[in-house]
């Protein structure tokens, strides 16, 4: 495709970020168009599987990753009640020679102004949210909120679960409540008493779970997230405040040394756990989708912003290999499909490293030189 060709991103996401810095460095004429009128330090903690930072080693982010993340020394999983270790999966020099790049936990509002970094400026707008979209003879005009306008060859689609391109392109639909709610806290680990907490541990029981995990290598931050059953959510799904007494009450008779962890919590925000239903249909003319825009996924396998990221690299290399979109969208399609489809069907499970798993199709993959379908 011509480096010319103007390519609109709507979102400013991980995907949308990754997508737009790697389209620049192939010549594309990019711009990211963002519903919000600018960024603050929301969220917390993400983790960046191998598979991940592989791609975002293209953008040259992987030396200011690990310097603003950490490297755990290990994955763990025990038991929620007996804190028996169920598994652990060693992070090290091997790992990363096995894996082909390193396991960082990072905050995700670090991680999002690293993506910044690696674009030309300029290439956010911000206040933009998409209402329509038409169609013309060559081009897609854009058209947003604000009344304003946008014109474009190819239009991307990496706004969340929410995506109003989705919606245009294939109708209303709200997504579906899965019957758990996440609960978040973040906290200094000053305020656990005891010896020392592991880098990064996932604790199990059949109907509920929870993740702990520092976010930068001086340990200053943990980010704790429970995910527990619930019958009903009321309202969106945006994050609401919740209470400790509420935070601690799924967890009364977890081992002491989740317990201790659990209490340290003061403030707690809620959200409900959505996704949607499997839908193929991740493009239509001169429109596609990446992310949870086409495949939103429940966050058990930590697996979703990897798969955004590695949509992104897909993406990028079908654009700048093909001379027409529709053969790049089929092709980044066929090649996308079956590898989410998996995600989706081991996040919905909820075992990924439960037991002693298979790691390497996963975290072994590279996107940017894997052959396309």
Avoid at 95 to 104: L, Y
């Amino acid at each position: 495709m011509r480096a010319a060709t103007r390519i609109a991103v709507v979102g400013a996401g991980l995907g949308g970020l990754t997508l737009a810095g790697l389209l620049q460095r192939r010549g594309f004429d990019v711009s990211v168009h963002e519903q919000a009128t600018g960024f603050a330090r929301i969220g917390a903690g993400i983790i960046l599987s191998a598979n991940a930072v592989k791609v975002l080693r293209r953008l040259g982010l992987e030396p200011g990753i690990v310097a603003t993340g950490i490297r755990p020394d290990s994955f763990l999983s025990r038991d929620i009640a007996t804190g028996e270790t169920l598994y652990e999966l060693t992070l090290d020099a091997a790992s990363e020679r096995r894996f082909g790049g390193p396991f960082v936990n990072i905050h995700r509002a670090d991680l999002h102004a690293l993506l910044q970094s690696a674009l030309r400026p300029g290439t956010i707008r911000f206040g933009e949210g998409l209402a329509g979209l038409e169609e013309r003879d060559d081009h897609l005009r854009l058209i947003f909120a604000d009344g304003g306008t946008a014109e474009a060859d190819i239009v991307v689609g990496a706004d969340g679960i929410h995506s109003r391109l989705r919606a245009l392109l294939q109708g209303e639909a709200p997504p579906r409540f899965t019957g758990r709610l996440a609960m978040r806290a973040v906290f200094p680990p000053g305020r656990i008493p005891g010896p020392p907490i592991r880098d990064c541990t996932k604790w199990w029981a059949d109907d509920r779970h929870v993740l702990v995990y520092f976010m930068t290598g001086r340990r200053d931050e943990v980010y704790v997230m429970t995910a527990v059953p619930a019958d009903s959510w009321e309202g969106d799904d945006t994050s609401v405040p919740g209470t400790r007494a509420g935070f601690l009450a799924g967890f009364e008779d977890a081992h002491p040394d989740l317990r201790r962890v659990l209490e340290a919590a003061e403030t707690v925000m809620v959200w409900p756990i959505c996704d949607r239903p499997r839908d193929d249909r991740w493009h239509a003319g001169r429109a596609v989708l990446l992310g949870d825009a086409c495949h939103a996924v429940r966050p058990y396998m930590a697996a979703g912003g990897a798969s955004a990221i590695e949509d992104a690299g897909v993406l990028a290399r079908c654009l700048a290999e093909f001379d027409d979109h529709g053969t790049a969208f089929a092709r980044y399609a066929a090649t996308r499909i079956p590898r989410v489809a998996e995600v989706q069907r081991i996040s919905i499970e909820n075992s990924w490293m439960r037991g002693p798993t298979e790691l390497d199709w996963f975290f072994g993959h590279d996107v940017c030189t894997a052959p396309l379908a």
